[in-house]
């Protein structure tokens, strides 16, 4: 198999859609920026192919890095955040480890109890029980935690998440390129993957702790499990 192929049903090669798919989950663009970074390599297409791409292949993208990448640290961070999507107030609740790697982010209408009871759910179906659990002050959490993480050490404290709430900010940086988020399964489609991708690409990589020839040696290991992931799509 090869990247120059094109999946069934698809007029351009696996290569152009991976790459399309790639620079919109890793980096601040738009869909009408990688149109015309496309059309600058002498590609053209329009914005609508890129956005059925991306709906179409983001869960495939997903499930493989989610398969591939490390395990987490038994301390955990959790936070939430406000969005608003279409006129409607959301809060996307959001896990990290204590490295920064994002465990799960989900998209809910409040903020309350069993919110934060679907969060926990979700997460701890996805990994093993960490050891510190460390959250702000709302008090939502404090029972979910205490029963569903009966051994786990809840820590409450504004200042020690800060973790969690640095990694917030490509959210931001995302939702003003691209002028709010349309849909609520849109966004919590794009930020699954976009943290995903993130783990690989920033946390796993380690842009600001490493030598710059290290760097590139450790760019090489997510950069074939990207590749591998984009493969599977022509078995598929």
Request: hydrophobic content about 40%.
């Amino acid at each position: 198999m090869s990247l120059t192929k094109a999946p069934k049903r698809h007029r351009f090669p696996l290569s152009i859609i991976n790459q399309a798919i790639w620079h919109y989950h890793r980096f601040n663009n738009s869909y009408g920026d990688i149109q015309e970074q496309m059309a600058f390599r002498g590609i053209i297409l329009s914005h609508e192919t890129i956005r059925e791409w991306c709906h179409k292949f983001a869960h495939h993208f997903l499930n493989v890095i989610k398969k591939r990448e490390r395990n987490p640290y038994d301390k955990w961070h959790l936070d939430e955040m406000n969005i608003k999507i279409n006129g409607q107030w959301f809060v996307l609740w959001r896990a990290v480890d204590r490295e920064g790697l994002e465990l799960d982010v989900f998209l809910q209408k409040h903020r309350n109890k069993k919110s934060a009871i679907r969060f926990l759910s979700r997460l701890l179906r996805s990994y093993p029980t960490p050891q510190v659990i460390v959250t702000d002050k709302l008090k939502s959490y404090i029972k979910p935690v205490r029963f569903m993480c009966p051994k786990v050490d809840h820590r409450t404290h504004k200042r020690l998440n800060n973790r969690a709430k640095n990694a917030h900010q490509p959210t931001r940086r995302k939702e003003k390129i691209l002028i709010k988020f349309k849909s609520a399964q849109g966004a919590q489609r794009l930020l699954s993957l976009m943290g995903k991708v993130r783990n690989l690409f920033s946390v796993g990589v380690g842009r600001y702790k490493k030598k710059a020839s290290d760097q590139r040696l450790a760019f090489a290991a997510p950069k074939a499990i990207w590749l591998k992931a984009a493969l599977k799509i022509l078995a598929a």
